[in-house]
């Protein structure tokens, strides 16, 4: 069985500060999009062994793998006896901040979910999924939300238009936990989240004035390419650029298809990975 795992954009991403146990409070909005990882889920009835296979090697397929870890976790405190074959056809880039690890747990937990009924409450879904990855959760529910940790928003925002997305992605990718630790060394700026919001939710084609990341400012090799972007961004005639995460792929946002195909074909041969995407609806 094969199912689609999305990946998400975070079109607004301020970090403010830590909490005392070292993580960081997070505020975001987060979009899933169409560019997606393809998982192939087999039952193994005979025993509970969780077998990953990935078309991408650099992928561990022993228990770092965030899709053993959830299958391990269900087992346990759902009695699953079964095991489980998943063979991972890898499209969203690692390391590119597009949620590729978190929306491929997300989608084993939808499967699990299903296909064992175990009716999951919304309480259980945060639970479980934040006991592997920050975002698990965001990502299960597949919709356009906001996000304040230290406001306890978790709020779904009713996207009506069409945004068009141009994903371009340099050589060097940067890790999660890289980039909160250079963040942590600087003094980073961070936005008001209603304008963003408002515009998405009344005034689609100024969505791109209003996208931040704070983490551009954590790394001089992102801020070089945001800064060249930026100019070829107004250039070809998108409406805005940022950065999908934590890096190092970047996004051009746009409500107009001809520009979408413009921006590809500017790119197309100059990033080694670069793909067009809409939102998930």
């Known amino acids: 069985m094969k199912f689609n795992a999305y990946a998400k954009l975070n079109i607004l991403l301020n970090i403010h500060g830590k909490y005392f146990n070292g993580y960081h409070s997070?505020?975001?909005?987060?979009?899933?999009i169409s560019l997606c990882d393809i998982l192939d889920i087999e039952i193994i009835t005979t025993s509970n062994d969780i077998i990953i296979q990935s078309t991408d090697s650099s992928i561990p397929t022993d228990e770092r793998n965030i899709l053993y870890k959830c299958g391990k976790?269900?087992?346990?405190?759902?009695?699953i006896s079964d095991g489980f074959k998943i063979i991972l056809d890898k499209k969203i880039p690692v390391q590119s901040g597009l949620g590729g690890e978190s929306t491929d747990a997300a989608c084993f937990m939808h499967f699990l979910n299903n296909n064992y009924?175990?009716?999951l409450s919304y309480?259980?879904?945060f639970y479980f999924g934040r006991l592997l990855s920050w975002d698990v959760p965001i990502c299960y529910l597949k919709k356009c939300i906001y996000i304040h940790d230290k406001k306890e928003i978790c709020e779904i925002l009713d996207i009506k238009s069409k945004l068009l997305f141009l994903l371009v992605m340099p050589e060097f990718g940067i890790s999660t936990k890289k980039a909160f630790e250079n963040l942590d060394k600087i003094e980073h700026k961070?936005?008001?989240?209603?304008?963003?919001?408002?515009?998405l939710l009344t005034y689609p084609n100024q969505v791109g004035l209003y996208v931040h990341n704070c983490f551009i400012q954590a790394e001089p090799r992102l801020l070089k390419e945001y800064s060249n972007?930026?100019?070829?961004?107004?250039?070809?005639?998108?409406?805005g650029v940022s950065m999908t995460g934590t890096g190092s792929c970047?996004?051009?946002?746009?409500?107009?298809?001809?520009?979408?195909v413009k921006g590809y074909n500017y790119f197309k041969n100059l990033y080694?990975?670069?793909?067009?995407?809409?939102?998930?609806?």
């Open 250 to 260: 970047f996004f051009f946002i746009t409500t107009k298809e001809d520009i979408l």
């Open 190 to 199: 961070n936005v008001e989240a209603y304008p963003l919001i408002n515009a």
């Open 123 to 125: 309480e259980s879904m």
């Open 229 to 239: 972007f930026k100019k070829i961004s107004k250039q070809i005639g998108f409406d």
């Open 73 to 79: 976790l269900f087992q346990k405190h759902f009695d």
């Open 272 to 281: 080694p990975f670069v793909s067009t995407a809409t939102q998930v609806l």
């Open 26 to 32: 997070i505020e975001s909005i987060m979009i899933p």
């Open 117 to 119: 009924n175990l009716t």
